[in-house]
């Protein structure tokens, strides 16, 4: 399976995927934290992948994504967008409900 198909299975597979550098409990850049905190405080488990432990996945997301930066906010296979669209609709209140149904 080339990388492109294992990101397209990534993103198919999990409800929410949040791709990140680091880690939910030790982000790697401020940008990446804001957007793991606002998704834990939806209160809903959800996947992650940290992209500087995948350098194939960090080259090539931004083509299956048409997304050019990270942290990238997946819900039900669609792209929700960067930091700060998850901490616009994080404030607004539009996050929550999206993360909820997508486990519903």
């Known amino acids: 399976m080339d990388?492109?198909?294992t990101i397209k299975e990534q993103i198919?597979?999990?409800?929410?995927l949040l791709?990140?550098?680091?880690?939910?409990?030790?982000?790697?850049?401020?940008?990446?934290a804001?957007?793991?905190q606002a998704l834990m405080a939806c209160g809903e488990r959800f996947a992650y992948i940290d992209i500087l432990a995948n350098?194939?996945?960090r080259?090539?997301?931004?083509?299956?994504?048409?997304w050019p930066t990270f942290p990238q906010?997946?819900?039900?296979?669609?792209?929700v967008g960067g930091c700060d669209i998850i901490m616009e609709m994080y404030q607004s209140g539009e996050l929550q409900p999206l993360i909820?149904?997508?486990?519903?």
Do not use: H, T, W
């Open 34 to 36: 804001q957007a793991s």
């Open 19 to 32: 791709y990140m550098k680091g880690s939910p409990d030790q982000p790697q850049c401020g940008f990446s």
């Open 3 to 5: 990388i492109i198909e």
């Open 59 to 66: 080259a090539n997301l931004p083509q299956v994504s048409e």
């Open 55 to 57: 350098p194939e996945i």
């Open 12 to 16: 198919s597979a999990n409800p929410i």
């Open 100 to 104: 909820r149904e997508a486990v519903a």
């Open 73 to 79: 906010l997946f819900v039900q296979g669609e792209l």
